[in-house]
């Protein structure tokens, strides 16, 4: 079956390809990552989100934001087959930083969580500041706190920043879910002064609301943000291509307000889209929810140039 061609209907995967206009500049790195407590393929998730931007435009209705008008560049996906997980974090780390010293903002195409410990310190790396002085927002149902003992996976990214050198006051959670996490985990979250915004909490007041408090709050103490998006904190009928989502999570268009006030941020340089699973994705629902988690990014970006 041959796509359907239409010059007035540009496709976000041809702004991917062609590399847009001339405002700005944001760098596109898939980082194929799968090591998840759960088995699964997460490595296909580059893949799958750009393959749900061939069923995007670039423009952005809502706002009037046409997305062309950011200069993209796509630089593919990462190579991580058959290494141990040392290795691939080096790869990860070193390749993010080569993003972000080439690009004015990055978005990371995950893979699974853990890549947001390497991408984070490369990141930061490229900034030229002290990790001590980088915001971490996360939006995610999980602490992704687990004990480093084993190594690194999906749900110890955190853990793993804080033994790092991250101070856990440059970091804030919103999202988190009841039966997604333990008492344990939560007092180290305690422990390392932590922020968080629990799912009751962000629903009451509002996501795009309280993710803009947060942002502002570490934007006052830090000198850049990087925003972790876990696709499984939307709701379960949402994102059935994430092993961790659960019902009672976020909506989608929860997620892509949430992800417009991010890259409206002058301060956020950095978004990784994590854990998406095509092999249990449903109809593309959750691809084509990080495709336009991804697409209402740059149309924040747009906004703010
Ligand atoms: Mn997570």
Redesign the pocket.
């Known amino acids: 079956m041959s796509l359907h061609q239409d010059p007035h209907w540009p496709r976000a995967s041809e702004w991917l390809a062609d590399g847009g206009r001339e405002v700005g500049s944001l760098g596109v790195l898939g980082v194929p990552l799968n090591r998840s407590i759960t088995p699964g393929a997460c490595d296909e998730g580059p893949s799958a989100i750009r393959a749900a931007l061939v069923r995007c435009s670039t423009y952005d209705l809502e706002r009037g934001y046409d997305v062309r008008d950011v200069a993209v560049r796509d630089l593919g996906d990462l190579t991580l087959q058959a290494e141990d997980a040392e290795a691939e974090h080096a790869r990860i780390e070193a390749a993010v930083r080569l993003a972000a010293e080439a690009h004015d903002r990055v978005v990371v195409f995950g893979g699974d969580?853990g890549l947001?410990r390497p991408a984070l310190r490369g990141a930061a790396e490229a900034s030229g500041v002290p990790l001590a002085s980088i915001g971490l927002l996360?939006l995610?149902?999980?602490l992704?706190l687990r004990t480093l003992e084993g190594g690194p996976i999906?749900?110890n990214?955190i853990r793993g920043l804080l033994e790092d050198g991250l101070p856990g006051a440059n970091i804030v959670q919103i999202g988190l879910q009841s039966f997604a996490n333990s008492a344990a985990y939560r007092a180290v979250a305690m422990e390392a002064g932590i922020a968080s915004v629990t799912m009751g909490q962000a629903r009451r007041r509002g996501l795009a609301t309280v993710v803009k408090e947060a942002l502002d709050r570490l934007a006052a103490s830090f000198e850049a943000i990087y925003v972790?998006l876990?696709l499984?904190a939307m709701d379960r009928a949402f994102a059935p291509g994430c092993p961790?989502s659960r019902p009672g999570g976020f909506l989608p268009w929860e997620m892509r307000e949430a992800a417009f006030v991010c890259g409206a941020h002058p301060k956020v340089r950095w978004l990784d889209l994590?854990?998406l699973d095509p092999s249990t994705d449903i109809g593309q629902t959750t691809a084509l929810a990080a495709a336009m988690c991804f697409l209402e990014f740059a149309s924040g970006y747009r906004s703010a140039l």
């Open positions: 969580n947001t996360t995610d149902a999980h992704d999906n749900g990214p972790d876990d499984d961790g994590v854990e």
